[in-house]
Nanobody, 122 residues
Framework: VQLQASGGGLVQAGGYLRLSCVAS????????MGWFRQAPGKEREFVAA????????FYADAVKERFTISRDNAKNTVYLQMNSLKPEDTAVYYC????????????????WGQGTLVTVSS
């Protein structure tokens, strides 16, 4: 499956952005999806995950109550709505896909898209 993320940009602290990730090549609804991020000089970290149907979601503690992951299987797209953004949310955000859904932040996804840069100014 090929993944294409978009929606990043520059936003002031307290603002919002919505990231999108479009999948192609395989049956999207058979894949769990995740969002990860990597800040400059730091390791990549888990942000959120969503199951095939969208019923189950899981979030990193750092983004709970601020970020929402969702998906539209008819559009082969997964979203990450990011509200109340903080400067520490600045990172390159990546979407990922895997046949299995896991709530483990360290689960290794099979497929990765290119990143989209989110910059939050203070």
């Amino acid at each position: 499956v090929q993944l294409q993320a978009s929606g990043g940009g520059l936003v002031q602290a307290g603002g919002y952005l919505r990231l999108s990730c479009v999948a192609s090549g395989r049956t999207f609804s058979r894949y769990a999806m995740g969002w990860f991020r990597q800040a400059p000089g730091k390791e990549r970290e888990f942000v959120a995950a969503i199951s095939w149907s969208g019923v189950r979601t899981f979030y990193a503690d750092a983004v709970k109550e601020r970020f929402t992951i969702s998906r539209d299987n008819a559009k082969n797209t997964v979203y990450l709505q990011m509200n109340s953004l903080k400067p520490e949310d600045t990172a390159v955000y990546y979407c990922a896909a895997d046949p299995a859904f896991s709530s483990s932040p360290t689960y290794e996804y099979d497929y990765w898209g290119q990143g989209t840069l989110v910059t939050v100014s203070s």
